[in-house]
């Protein structure tokens, strides 16, 4: 079926590390994205991409506060999604990276708004 996105596992997209011609995948928020024609352009410079090459990023992507016309680029870059059995994984990890998995969902809300309105003001 056209349009349909490929799941791949956190395995698969570490192959992806732009080492050794190899392209450069990157994993935000579930989603895998090709980003190795976009690391040229990226106004950061490529070292940032590289740091997370073939590995989720998300929490440095959202930390950052990226603008409107980057998440429209990043869309654009799409591949694929992480497959569902990688999901609950990398979720559980990130969590315990960011010392948010003994948290109740609403004190996570609560912490997001106010990473939000950081953003907001701080543009």
């Not at 079926?1 to 192959?15: F, N």
């Not at 928020?29 to 997370?52: F, K």
């Amino acid at each position: 079926m056209p349009g349909e996105l490929i799941a791949y596992t956190l395995a698969e997209v570490a192959q992806r590390n732009g080492k050794a011609g190899s392209p450069t995948w990157i994993v935000i928020r579930d989603v895998v994205y090709d980003v190795t024609e976009y690391m040229a352009d990226h106004p950061g410079g490529s070292e940032l991409i590289t740091e997370w090459a073939g590995k989720d990023g998300t929490k440095d992507f959202d930390d950052f506060g990226h603008s409107s016309d980057a998440l429209r680029i990043l869309k654009t870059l799409q591949v694929g999604v992480l497959a569902a059995s990688d999901q609950a994984k990398n979720r559980a990890a990130t969590a315990q990276r960011k010392g948010t998995d003994n948290l109740s969902p609403e004190e996570l809300m609560k912490k997001k708004r106010s990473k939000r309105r950081m953003f907001i003001l701080c543009g």
